[in-house]
C-alpha cells in the first residue's frame, strides 16, 4: 500500500451483529465490552489464559466466522519490560498481529487494532501526522511499528488506532496511581518534561467504534483533546480531587526507567474530529476515570 493509501474513508457501515473482544482484561478491552453492552451489541470476550497472543493455536481457535468484527485490545503494554524481552514483545504486538490479520482475512472479518505514540520519535513539537516517519526510541514502540507493518502487509479490512497515554476507571494507569499517592503522600515529584494526549478508555472505544461506522479503513489517530505533560496531568489530577499534595516537576532523568520515552508525542487527531466530531477533552477524561460524573 502506498503512504496515501494509509488513511481511508469508505461507505459508511452498519452496526456489528456480533464482535469478538480479544485482551477482555485490559483498560480497552473493557471499556470495549461496557460500550457494546450498552449499545446492545452481541459480543464475546476473551482474555488468558483461554486466548493467549503468544500461542498461535488460541489464536486460531478464537476467530472464525461467527463474529463480524474483531477489536484486537491484547497486547503486549509494559513499555520497560519489553527491553529484556523485545522477542516476547515482538511476539505479542508484531506476530500475532499479523496472525490475528490472516485469520480475519481468512473469514471476512473486519479487524480494530491499536497503536501508540511511542512509534513516534519524540523531537516534534506540533502533533504527528498520520504518515510522520517512524522513530521508536524504545522496544515497545519496535513491536508496535512492527506490528503496524506486518498489518498492513496481510490486507487492508482493518482500522489501525494509535492512541497515547491510556487511563480508566480499572487497571494499572497513571490517573489511578496518582490518586493513590495523593492520598498517602504530602509531597511528589513528576516528569514535566514529555508532553502528550491523555486518552480516556471509555472515549476512545467510542470513538473507535463511531470510525468504524463512518466507514474509515486503514490508520488513524485517536486520544482525547488537549496536550499537557505528565506533571500538567498530575496537577489537573490534585485539582479534580481537591488534595492539597504538593507535586514538584521534575525531569525524565530523575527518573531512570529502562525505556527511553519520547519528550513530544502528541498525535494529529485533525482527520478523525473531521470523521467523527470534536473529541472530548483530556481533562473531562480525567474526571470519568476518577469516577466523578460529567458536567
Ligand atoms: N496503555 C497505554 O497507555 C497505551 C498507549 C498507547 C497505545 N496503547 C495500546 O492500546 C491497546 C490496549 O491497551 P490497554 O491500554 O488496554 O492496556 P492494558 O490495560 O495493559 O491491557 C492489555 C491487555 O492485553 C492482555 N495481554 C497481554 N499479553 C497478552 C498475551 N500474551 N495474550 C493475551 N492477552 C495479553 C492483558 O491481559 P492480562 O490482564 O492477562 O495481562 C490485557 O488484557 C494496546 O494495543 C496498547 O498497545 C495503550
Redesign the pocket.
Known sequence: MSDQAWQRVLEPRTRPERVLV????????RAWCELLGSESIEHEAL??PE????DPESINRALDNRYDLVV??????DVDGAESDEQGANR??AH?VEQIARRCADFGLFLI??????IFGGSASSPYPIDAPIEPLNAYGRS?ALGESMLRAVSDHHLLI???????PW???FVLTMRSLMQSRDQLSVVDDQRGRP?N?GSLASGSLDLYLAGAAGTWHLTDAGECSWHGLACEIREQLGRSCEINPCTSEAFPRPAKRPAYSTLDIGPTEQLIGPLPKWELGVRQSLGHSFG
Open positions: 480479544l485482551g477482555q482484561s485490559g483498560m480497552v478491552g482474555a488468558r486466548f493467549d497472543l503468544s484486537n485490545a491484547a497486547a503486549w503494554t505479542a504486538n500475532a487494532t491499536y497503536s501508540t505514540d511511542y508496535k494509535r492512541t497515547s497515554w491510556v487511563h480508566a487497571g494499572k494507569n486518552s478508555a
